[in-house]
């Protein structure tokens, strides 16, 4: 059975930093693109963040480029977001997925974490 969970999401003042960390198990990891998105209230989920099952490439939405960061390591099958210079309209629950390809589509996607509740005070 395949699990993702999502840790390290908080309250946190606008300009500051958090990393978000999602443990995968019940996949092949090494085989997975994995993605991060993002749920606002009263908003669709939307694309964050992805990278390639090897790690050589990721995409980043317009709204963080520059201030987020996806990583991760396979042999502990972990993938990460760093989040610097946060802003209130970060605030959002934050979710990890993984999939066969290497896409920002939400509805590529074949397995979801339940998310972490990210908020950006101002």
């Known amino acids: 059975q395949v699990q993702l969970v999502e840790s390290g999401g908080g309250l946190v003042q606008a300009g500051g930093s958090l990393r978000l960390s999602c443990a995968a198990s019940?996949?092949?990891?090494?085989?997975?693109?994995m993605g991060w998105f993002r749920q606002a209230p009263g908003k669709e989920r939307a694309f964050v963040a992805a990278i390639r099952s090897d790690g050589g490439n990721s995409y980043y939405a317009n709204s963080v480029k520059g201030r987020f960061t996806i990583s991760r390591d396979n042999a502990q099958n972990m993938v990460y977001l760093q989040m610097n210079s946060l802003k209130p309209e970060d605030t959002a629950i934050y979710y990890c997925?993984?999939?066969?390809?290497?896409?920002?589509?939400?509805?590529?996607?074949?397995?979801w974490g339940q998310g972490t509740q990210v908020t950006v005070s101002s």
């Open positions: 019940g996949l092949t990891f090494s085989r997975y693109a």
């Open positions: 997925a993984a999939d066969r390809t290497f896409t920002t589509l939400n509805y590529s996607y074949d397995f």
